[in-house]
């Protein structure tokens, strides 16, 4: 049987070798900011969700394995600047889309990758934080699997250290409320629905409170977090 995702730190099992070889090529790039193993968790549910969803593949995978390269062209020391609670500085965060999607071209366009495809990929990292809605169930499921990733077994953790100012509470509270809102499928609402459930037993935690989701998308949005 295979490992649940969210609790391991490896690419799904069975992941085809051409995807495996596209993460590889990306490793340099994920460096900061615990992307890589942020790229694999994402991943894992990415996989989980898409025979449930349907959507390509070819699409979804590859978007997902790469949608945050473009942190590596932005200082560690500015990046808290540009996501979570309390960021105040909403271009930054577009800065690592655009970034990224370029990073992810070379990348691919390296491999020979489907030029339509190719393309498709870099549309979805360009807006991946900063598109409320998703065009394709391929980009829904990676918006999806880059949020559940923060409250799964392994990322929970990391989250809370990458933030530094919210506690387990705190930080479940947050991406509770936002469930609404944020989470685009039926599968991502069930997978974080999940995770949410099993941190509060791991961790001892209260129910959210049962409030509306605050207005606005919120990554990166300082008018929501002031």
């Excluded at 649940?4 to 495996?20: K, Q």
């Amino acid at each position: 049987m295979n490992p649940a995702p969210g609790t391991h730190s490896d690419l799904p099992p069975g992941l085809d070798p051409v995807f495996v070889r596209i993460h590889q090529a990306s490793l340099s790039l994920l460096d900061t900011r615990a992307n890589d193993i942020h790229a694999r968790i994402s991943c894992q549910y990415v996989v989980a969700m898409l025979p449930r969803e349907g959507g390509d593949p070819r699409v979804a995978v590859p978007a997902v394995l790469l949608h945050d390269l473009g942190w590596h062209e932005i200082p560690e020391e500015e990046q808290r600047r540009a996501y979570g609670p309390g960021s105040s500085d909403a271009e930054l965060n577009r800065l690592h889309e655009r970034a990224g999607a370029r990073l992810a071209r070379e990348i691919l366009e390296g491999f020979a990758y489907p030029p339509a495809l190719t393309a498709e990929i870099c549309r979805i990292i360009a807006t991946h934080d900063s598109r409320p809605e998703a065009a394709t169930v391929e980009e829904a499921l990676v918006k999806d699997a880059d949020k559940v990733w923060r409250v799964s077994r392994l990322g929970f953790p990391v989250t809370l250290r990458m933030l530094g100012n919210l506690s387990p509470q705190e930080l479940h509270d947050f991406i509770s409320v936002r469930v609404p809102r944020w989470f685009l499928t039926a599968s991502g609402r069930a997978l974080v629905e999940h995770e949410l459930a099993a941190r509060r037993r791991e961790y001892g935690l209260d129910p959210a409170p049962d409030i509306p989701p605050p207005p606005g998308y919120g990554i990166g949005d300082v008018e929501e977090y002031a």
